[in-house]
C-alpha cells in the first residue's frame, strides 16, 4: 500500500526518500543503485525496502 | 530497583535485582570480578517467556573476612566510575 | 582506580558516527550497546484519536505509521517517562499527508523527518486526527529505540611481516570494520575492505587489539549521536547509583 516509514531490519528511516527514488529510478532512467547511494539507503536491508516496494492505494482506491 | 535477598552467609550472597536485564547485570558482574576480594561472581536470569523467575539473581562469593554486601557495594561504585570517566574520555573527544 | 578510557572518532556526523574507544571491558562495551539500543527513552506517537479518516487504510494501520515517524527528543529533564505532548494533523485530498504536516503543541517534540508520506489521500479524501506522543524505552517498542544499527566491532591491528611467496596466487584477503596500522586509523572502506589494495604482494598478519572496540552508531534522527551515547552511559551509570545507594541501606 504505502512505503514503509522504516527499515523492517534496521529500523532506519527510509520513507522520506520514496518520493525522490521513485521519480528518478522506478519512473526515471536513472541507475537504482546510483539514487540509492545518493539517498545515503546504504545497507542492503533498507535498500530492497525502497527497490521492492509497490504503492497500491492507486488501486485499491476504486473500491472504497 | 528492588532488591531482596534470597541467600546470605558470611561469604556467599544471592539477591534478586528486580528490574534489571543483562545490560546492567553483566557490566555489574564484569565490574565485581575485577576485585581481588571477590572471588566468584555470576548472575542467574530466565527470558520472560519461561514464565518463573524473570529477575536476574546476582550471586557473589568472596575471600575470608569480606562480606559480600561490602564487596558488591564496592562493584556498583567501579561500574559508576567505569560510566563518569567514558563520558569524560567521549566529551573531550 | 578510575580506569584509563581514550575515545577518537573515526567518522562524525550529525546522525552517524564511528568512534573508537580503547581500555573498555567487552561486558561494559556490549552495556554501552545495549543501554543505546533499549534504555535511553524517546518521544514516539502511542495513541491517536481519529476524527476523520476517509482514506484506503484502516486507522491502526495508519496510527501505526504515525507511532514510527522519529520525533525530536526534548533535552535531558524536561520531560520525564509517561509524560505526553499532543501533534494534530489535518490534511484533504487530493494529496499526500505528510509527517510534516504535524503541528505540535510544543515546540521541543515535533518531526525530525519532515517528508515521511503517511497517507496518499484521493480527490475528497479527508484525514484529521490527534495523536499523544510519549516518552518511553526500546524495550516496550521498536518506536521509542532512537539508536538505528548500533554496534561495535574489535579494532584490528595489521602488520607487514613479509613479502608473499612468488608463486602464490593473489587472493581478496576481505576485513571490515578499522584497522590499525603503525597507530593510523584505516576505515576499511577506504580500499575496498580488501587487504591485498592496500598491501600488494605483501604477507601480513591481522590481530584483535584487546579492549579496543570501534563503535558504529546511527541516529534515526531523535538527537545527535552525542546525545544518544552520554544518555545511554548515563543510564548505566544512575542504576549503579541506584544499586548503590540501595545497598548502603
Known amino acids: 500500500m504505502m512505503v514503509p516509514v522504516r527499515c523492517f531490519t534496521c529500523g532506519n528511516v527510509v520513507g522520506e526518500h520514496w518520493e525522490e527514488f521513485d521519480t528518478r529510478a522506478k519512473e526515471g532512467e536513472e541507475d537504482p543503485q546510483e539514487v540509492l547511494d545518493e539517498l545515503g539507503v546504504e545497507r542492503y536491508c533498507c535498500r530492497r525496502m525502497l527497490v521492492s516496494h509497490t504503492d497500491l492505494v492507486d488501486v485499491v482506491s476504486p473500491y472504497q | ?93 | 582506580m578510575a580506569p584509563a578510557y581514550d575515545v577518537e572518532f573515526v567518522e562524525r556526523e550529525e546522525r552517524k558516527a564511528r568512534f573508537l574507544v580503547r581500555g573498555v571491558t567487552p561486558a561494559f562495551a556490549n552495556g554501552i550497546r545495549r543501554a543505546m539500543v533499549a534504555d535511553v527513552p524517546t518521544m514516539a506517537i502511542d495513541e491517536v484519536r481519529f476524527i476523520e479518516n476517509s482514506s484506503v487504510m484502516f486507522d491502526e494501520q495508519i496510527a501505526l505509521r504515525m507511532g514510527l515517524i522519529p520525533l525530536t527528543t526534548p533535552p535531558e529533564g524536561e520531560f520525564v517517562e509517561g509524560d505526553t505532548v499532543t501533534l494534530a494533523i489535518d490534511v484533504e485530498g487530493p494529496g499526500t499527508a505528510y509527517s510534516g504536516d504535524f503541528v505540535s503543541s510544543d515546540e521541543l517534540v515535533k518531526p525530525a523527518d519532515l517528508n515521511v508520506p503517511i497517507i496518499d489521500l484521493k480527490d475528497g479524501q479527508r484525514l484529521e486526527a490527534e495523536a499523544d506522543a510519549a516518552m518511553d524505552r526500546g524495550k516496550s517498542h521498536a518506536r521509542h529505540q532512537g539508536g538505528v544499527a548500533v554496534g561495535y566491532r574489535h579494532l584490528q591491528r595489521v602488520e607487514v611481516v613479509g613479502d608473499r611467496d612468488q608463486f602464490e596466487d593473489e587472493e581478496p584477503h576481505i576485513v571490515r570494520g578499522v584497522i590499525e596500522d603503525d597507530g593510523e586509523l584505516v576505515p576499511t572502506s577506504e580500499f575496498d575492505h580488501d587487504l591485498t589494495v592496500r598491501y600488494p604482494g605483501k604477507e601480513v598478519r591481522i590481530e584483535d587489539v584487546p579492549n579496543a572496540f570501534v563503535f558504529h552508531v546511527e541516529t534515526d534522527g531523535s538527537f545527535s549521536v552525542e546525545e544518544l551515547v552520554t544518555r545511554a552511559i548515563d543510564s548505566l551509570e544512575q542504576r549503579a547509583r541506584e544499586l548503590e545507594d540501595a545497598v548502603q541501606l
Open chain 2, 1 to 93: 530497583m528492588e532488591l531482596r535477598v534470597t541467600e546470605s552467609s558470611e561469604n556467599e550472597l544471592s539477591i534478586e535485582i528486580g528490574g534489571e536485564d543483562h545490560t546492567f547485570m553483566n557490566v555489574l558482574k564484569g565490574a565485581l570480578l575485577e576485585h581481588d576480594d571477590v572471588s566468584a561472581a555470576t548472575y542467574d536470569m530466565n527470558p520472560e517467556q519461561s514464565g518463573g523467575q524473570t529477575d536476574p539473581i546476582l550471586t557473589v562469593k568472596t575471600i575470608d573476612g569480606v562480606d559480600p554486601l561490602d564487596a558488591l557495594e564496592a562493584g556498583a561504585a567501579t561500574v559508576r566510575e567505569k560510566t563518569s570517566a567514558l563520558r569524560e574520555a567521549f566529551e573531550a573527544a
